[in-house]
């Protein structure tokens, strides 16, 4: 079946620390796919879409991610994260067959000051 | 704009009573979609309209699950009769381009609790 995989449900960095939440899929088709994250309290918002083009993503608040498809992956990283990046993060991976957008679990990230 | 409002945040009922949750996608936007999202499963999508009209609802689990979308202001999701398992976190989100490969926009979800 065709599924979304996020490694980690918990994370806890310090600030500064780097960051890499991994993501991976099962499909073999063409994908498009996205960070999404949810600040506490809040609605998901977009940080970062691939399509098409360079495989290394730039976002908002510093995030990119690299999609590497012989991997099947869409890492999200961060060189240096703040306590305000406290949030869950889902990767999202549009399926063109069967015109399906899945969600990851997502990952819970905790920042301490 | 005001971004994709829904309504109740919270709603709290007992098991068998039916639920209404409420969704205005952002103006412009031509679609509008329904997930939910629980510690089991994660962000399930239920059911996405395109121009009011309903593409696919295989998300939706099962008959006591209906939605409608009368105008493009405005959709409805209702349970009918609610059970504990329904208990969740729903979120309405629109787009503007009627596919699931562009951004959607998320409302800030009904936290649903069935007694």
């Known amino acids: 079946a065709q599924s979304v995989s996020q490694h980690n449900h918990h994370v806890i960095l310090s600030e500064a620390a780097s960051l890499e939440l991994g993501c991976n899929y099962s499909y073999g088709g063409t994908v498009n796919l996205f960070w999404y994250v949810q600040y506490p309290g809040q609605h998901l918002q977009l940080l970062l879409k691939?399509?098409?083009?360079?495989?290394l993503v730039k976002g908002i608040k510093g995030f990119e991610a690299e999609f590497i498809k012989s991997k099947f992956s869409f890492n999200l990283r961060k060189p240096s994260v703040q306590w305000s990046d406290t949030a869950e993060y889902f990767c999202?991976?549009?399926?063109?067959?069967?015109?399906?957008?899945?969600f990851g679990a997502g990952t819970i990230l905790r920042v301490k000051s | 704009d005001a971004g994709v409002i829904q309504s109740p945040r919270h709603e709290v009922t007992e098991m068998g009573q039916e639920v209404t949750l409420r969704c205005k996608p952002i103006s412009g936007h031509n679609s509008l979609f329904w997930y939910r999202q629980t510690m089991m499963r994660g962000l399930e999508l239920l059911i996405y309209f395109n121009n009011n009209v309903p593409i696919d609802d295989s998300g939706m689990p099962e008959d006591r699950f209906s939605a409608k979308m009368p105008n493009a202001s405005f959709s409805t999701l209702k349970i009918q009769p609610s059970e504990p398992r329904d208990s969740a976190v729903y979120f309405c989100?629109?787009?503007?381009?009627?596919?699931?490969?562009?951004?959607?926009?998320f409302g800030q979800g009904t936290r649903l609790t069935v007694v």
């Open positions: 691939y399509f098409s083009g360079d495989p």
């Open positions: 999202a991976v549009y399926m063109e067959y069967g015109n399906k957008l899945v």
């Open positions: 989100a629109s787009s503007l381009r009627g596919n699931l490969n562009t951004e959607a926009f």
